[in-house]
C-alpha cells in the first residue's frame, strides 16, 4: 500500500511540474502570435561564465601577499584568514579618498599588536585577480598601528572557496 501511494504522490507531482511547464511554453506561444507588428522576444540567456581563480604563492614565511584593486585603486593586502573583516591603514584609505573623522572610529578590535580602534566602512568593490566583490564590509585603523592592509574574511568568505596547500593560496571566485 505503501509503494501505491508513493507511486501516486510521484506521479502526482510529475504531472503539476509538466502541467506547470506546458502553460509557462503556452504563454510565451500565445504572447509571440498576438499579430505581425507585436513579436515578443525570447528572454536573453545569461552568458555562461568561468569560474574565477587566482593561485597567490606565499613567501618564505608563509604568508600570501597580494595587489588588490579597492574601488579600481590598487592596494597591497596580506591574506588574513584570522581577520573578521578587510582592514585598511588609515595612511591608504586616505589615498582612495576614504577619510573617517576621528568621531568615526567607533569600533575596537584586538590585533597581534593590542587593541586598537577602528572606523567602519563599506568598500564598493574590492576585486583580487579577475574575482571582484562588491559592497565588502571593512575597517579602517588609525595611521601606524597596522604594517599591512589585511584581506580578511568579510572578502574571503564570499568567494566560492579557498584553500591553502603547500605553499600556495588559492582563492575561487
Not at 545569461?46 to 604563492?57: A, G, I, K, N, T
Not at 568621531?103 to 580602534?117: H, I, K, L, P, Y
Not at 580578511?152 to 600556495?168: D, H, P, Q, V
Request: proline residues 5%; hydrophobic residues 45%; glycine residues 12%.
Amino acid at each position: 500500500m505503501t509503494r501505491v501511494l508513493t507511486w501516486a504522490a510521484g506521479t502526482a507531482c510529475a504531472a503539476a511540474l509538466a502541467a506547470s511547464l506546458a502553460g509557462e511554453r503556452l504563454a510565451g506561444l500565445v504572447a509571440t502570435r498576438e499579430g505581425p507588428e507585436k513579436s515578443v522576444a525570447a528572454p536573453a540567456r545569461q552568458p555562461f561564465q568561468e569560474p574565477r581563480s587566482v593561485s597567490v604563492l606565499g613567501d618564505g614565511r608563509g604568508h600570501f601577499a597580494v595587489e588588490a584593486s579597492v574601488d579600481g585603486q590598487v592596494v597591497p593586502m596580506l591574506v588574513d584568514t584570522g581577520a573578521s573583516l578587510v582592514v585598511l591603514r588609515e595612511e591608504d584609505a586616505r589615498n582612495l579618498g576614504i577619510r573617517p573623522s576621528r568621531a568615526e572610529f567607533t569600533g575596537r578590535a584586538q590585533t597581534a599588536n593590542g587593541t586598537v580602534e577602528t572606523a567602519p566602512v563599506r568598500i564598493r568593490s574590492l576585486k583580487v585577480g579577475g574575482i571582484e566583490i562588491r559592497d565588502v564590509e571593512a575597517a579602517i585603523v588609525p595611521e601606524g598601528r597596522l604594517g599591512m592592509n589585511l584581506l580578511g574574511m568579510s572578502y574571503l568568505r564570499r568567494l566560492k572557496g579557498f584553500e591553502i596547500a603547500g605553499n600556495r593560496l588559492l582563492l575561487r571566485g
